[in-house]
């Protein structure tokens, strides 16, 4: 058994949207420091558990703490303040705003200017062609930088849990490997990362363990070395 | 100057706020009570008068922040429920339509459906009309009319630079244009929301006590027929466009003032053809450009 307490524990989530059941007694728990992966086909549930987790949705039962702390009191702009970051299915930057906007606003909650000036700085170190287009408004960018100035966009909080949904979504091969890269940087500087994809075998090679959730129900779990040699999650999303 | 009040809202919410025309007269009245004028002889509140007597202007801004307060509680109980429940925004048009509705009636039942003038003289001591010709060519344009285009361009270039260029401007633009993804990165959409129905609530206000400055408080009814106008004004613009807004109030004005003496009750119905043609011709508005597609 681990000693250490989990960043993130989710117990027995219940979702459901218009009365349809959406998400059915979901555990599972994220740990400091950890890239945890949630897997499962189209309309399995997976950005509905990151929706619950930065309370844009209101879950119809279960607990969810954050260091302890219950966030089923939050409203969704309160979970940033405590340091959970959400990059969303399909990027949604700010189209009608430049690239520089979108990386401030994405330090809306902060006050100390100095510092955000650095950070947007080190961003632009790090990703280059976004500081090329610092100017331009985000939505003439391209689906991979888009992709990447909404991950800029979302570290811009300094997150101590980033939730990433499908951040390979839609990506060309050579993108998607480049933003597993970012990923795992990410992961090497201490961020602690839940991620949700679809593209189930680069997703658990780059975790540590993993969820599969099917129709709103986790099948499995454990370790993501073994989910993926499992003959299971072989056949259903492995290919 | 009306329309500004009216884009803000359109530009950030994406719904039209009936209860703006409203607004305006209540401005216009509170205005006209805080100077210490006395309400006539209908309605509740006959004869009866505020024991203050504030100079025009500091009453107009004044009236302007109640209207404003006015707008924030709209906001709480005809648009936040709505919104909150994800109704289609025509369901929000309704309820401000019955919200400028009741605003109306109680109005008429607190002082009557008749025209009110403010004291002589708002303006203290400035001629009348100034003389915009040359020589024996005299264009006279009063003065309260260049006092309001003068009050509008102010504010336009204030909230311009407000929207565009402070953090919580940027915020509002970004609530605009996604709100889930606004508060994912942590801002207060409710807060910023009622701060934009009071800041449009207090143009409303003062445009309808500057307005009322003008011609004169013509009945509860007084915001709604600027509001029609509004309307044609904002798609002049361009929807929720701001500057094209204040442009759009230009070019209606010369247009009615084409409008021969003997067909001025068809004021309205210039508006109106106005509103017409340029859904028609140029949806985009005057300034607009077509928008940027969503990619
Ligand atoms: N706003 C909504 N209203 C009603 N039903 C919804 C809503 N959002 C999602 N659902 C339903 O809830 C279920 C789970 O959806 P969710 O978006 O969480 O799936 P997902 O695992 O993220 O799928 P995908 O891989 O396609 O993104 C689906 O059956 C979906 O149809
Ligand atoms: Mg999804």
Do not use: C
């Given at each position: 058994?681990r000693?250490?307490?989990?960043?993130?524990?989710?117990?027995?989530?219940?979702?459901?949207?218009?009365?349809i059941?959406?998400?059915?007694?979901v555990t599972?728990?994220?740990?400091?420091?950890?890239?945890?992966?949630?897997?499962?086909?189209?309309g399995?549930?997976?950005?509905?558990?990151?929706?619950s987790?930065?309370?844009?949705i209101k879950?119809?039962?279960g607990?969810?703490?954050?260091?302890?702390?219950?966030?089923?009191?939050l409203?969704?702009?309160e979970?940033v303040?405590?340091?959970?970051a959400q990059?969303?299915?399909?990027?949604?930057?700010?189209?009608?705003?430049?690239?520089?906007?979108?990386?401030?606003?994405?330090a809306?909650?902060?006050?100390?200017?100095?510092?955000?000036?650095?950070?947007i700085?080190?961003h632009?170190?790090?990703?280059?062609?976004?500081?090329?287009?610092?100017?331009?408004?985000?939505g003439?960018l391209?689906?991979?930088?888009?992709?990447?100035?909404?991950?800029a966009?979302?570290?811009?909080s300094?997150?101590?849990?980033?939730?990433?949904?499908e951040?390979s979504?839609g990506?060309?091969?050579?993108?998607?490997?480049?933003?597993?890269?970012?990923?795992q940087?990410?992961?090497?500087?201490?961020?602690?990362?839940?991620?949700?994809?679809?593209?189930?075998?680069?997703?658990l090679?780059?975790?540590?363990?993993?969820?599969?959730?099917?129709?709103?129900?986790i099948?499995?779990s454990?370790?993501?070395?073994?989910?993926?040699?499992?003959e299971?999650?072989?056949?259903?999303?492995l290919g | 100057?009306?329309?500004?009040?009216?884009?803000?809202?359109?530009?950030?919410?994406?719904?039209?706020?009936f209860a703006?025309?409203?607004?305006?007269?209540?401005?216009?009245?509170f205005?006209?009570a805080?100077?210490?004028s006395?309400?006539?002889?209908?309605?509740l509140?006959?004869n009866?008068?505020?024991p203050?007597?504030?100079?025009?202007?500091?009453a107009?801004v004044?009236?302007?922040?109640l209207?404003?307060?006015?707008?924030?509680?709209i906001?709480?109980?005809?648009?936040?429920?709505?919104?909150?429940?994800?109704a289609?925004?025509?369901l929000?048009?309704?309820?401000?339509?019955?919200?400028?509705?009741?605003?109306?009636?109680?109005?008429?039942?607190?002082?009557?459906?008749?025209?009110?003038?403010?004291?002589?003289q708002?303006?203290?001591?400035?001629?009348?009309?100034?003389?915009?010709?040359?020589?024996?060519?005299?264009?006279?344009v009063?003065?309260?009319?260049?006092?309001?285009?003068?009050?509008?361009v102010v504010?336009?270039?204030?909230?311009?630079?407000?929207?565009?260029?402070?953090?919580?401007?940027?915020?509002?633009?970004?609530?605009?244009?996604d709100?889930?993804?606004?508060?994912?990165l942590?801002?207060?959409?409710?807060?910023?929301?009622?701060?934009t129905f009071?800041?449009?609530?207090?143009?409303?206000?003062?445009?309808?006590?500057l307005?009322?400055?003008?011609?004169?408080?013509?009945g509860?009814?007084?915001?709604?027929?600027?509001?029609?106008?509004?309307?044609a004004v904002?798609?002049?613009?361009?929807?929720?466009?701001?500057?094209?807004?204040i442009?759009?109030?230009?070019v209606?004005?010369?247009?009615?003032?084409f409008?021969?003496?003997?067909?001025i009750?068809?004021?309205?119905?210039?508006?109106?053809?106005?509103?017409?043609?340029?859904?028609?011709?140029?949806?985009?508005?005057?300034?607009?450009?077509?928008?940027?597609?969503?990619?």
């Open positions: 058994m000693t250490v307490q989990p960043l993130l524990d989710i117990q027995k989530l219940f979702v459901n949207y218009d009365g059941q959406a998400l059915e007694d599972l728990a994220v740990y400091p420091g950890e890239i945890v992966t949630l897997i499962g086909a189209n399995a549930g997976k950005s509905t558990t990151l929706r987790i930065s309370r844009l879950p119809h039962s607990e969810m703490l954050y260091g302890g702390r219950s966030l089923s009191h409203r969704a702009h979970v303040r405590l340091g959970i990059v969303p299915e399909g990027r949604r930057v700010l189209t009608r705003q430049s690239v520089f906007d979108n990386l401030l606003l994405g809306y909650t902060r006050n100390d200017t100095h510092a955000i000036a650095e950070d700085d080190r632009f170190t790090t990703f280059p062609r976004l500081a090329e287009r610092r100017n331009q408004l985000a003439t391209s689906g991979g930088e888009q992709q990447m100035l909404a991950i966009r979302a570290l811009m300094r997150p101590k849990l980033l939730l990433l949904d951040p979504l990506l060309a091969p050579i993108m998607v490997q480049e933003i597993f890269t970012i990923i940087r990410l992961h090497a500087s201490g961020v602690t990362i839940l991620l949700v994809e679809q593209n189930a075998t680069l997703a090679k780059y975790a540590d363990r993993g969820y599969v959730l099917e129709a709103g129900r099948t499995m454990g370790p993501a070395s073994s989910l993926l040699t499992d299971r999650v072989k056949q259903a999303y | 100057m009306f329309a500004v009040g009216y884009t803000l809202i359109f530009s950030i919410l994406r719904i039209i706020n703006h025309a409203a607004i305006f007269t209540l401005g216009a009245y205005t006209y805080l100077t210490g006395a309400f006539g002889y209908n309605g509140l006959k009866s008068a505020l203050i007597h504030l100079p025009f202007l500091l107009a004044v009236g302007a922040m209207a404003g307060l006015v707008a924030i509680v906001e709480r109980l005809a648009f936040r429920p709505l919104r909150n429940r994800g289609d925004p025509l929000s048009l309704v309820s401000s339509l019955g919200v400028a509705v009741v605003i109306v009636n109680v109005i008429q039942y607190l002082v009557g459906a008749e025209n009110y003038s403010y004291p002589a708002p303006y203290g001591n400035l001629p009348t009309a100034i003389n915009f010709g040359l020589g024996s060519q005299r264009i006279p009063r003065t309260v009319q260049i006092v309001i285009f003068g009050v509008s504010i336009m270039l204030l909230l311009t630079y407000w929207l565009n260029r402070t953090k919580t401007g940027k915020a509002l633009r970004a609530i605009a244009e709100a889930t993804t606004a508060s994912l942590g801002i207060n959409t409710d807060q910023l929301i009622l701060l009071f800041l449009s609530g207090m143009v409303g206000g003062l445009s309808g006590a307005i009322g400055s003008s011609v004169s408080i013509a509860p009814y007084f915001g709604i027929s600027f509001g029609l106008r509004g309307l904002i798609v002049l613009g361009g929807l929720g466009d701001i500057p094209g807004a442009v759009g109030g230009v209606l004005g010369l247009a009615e003032a409008v021969p003496v003997q067909y009750a068809y004021k309205d119905a210039v508006a109106f053809a106005v509103l017409f043609l340029m859904l028609l011709l140029r949806p985009q508005g005057l300034l607009g450009r077509a928008e940027l597609q969503k990619v």
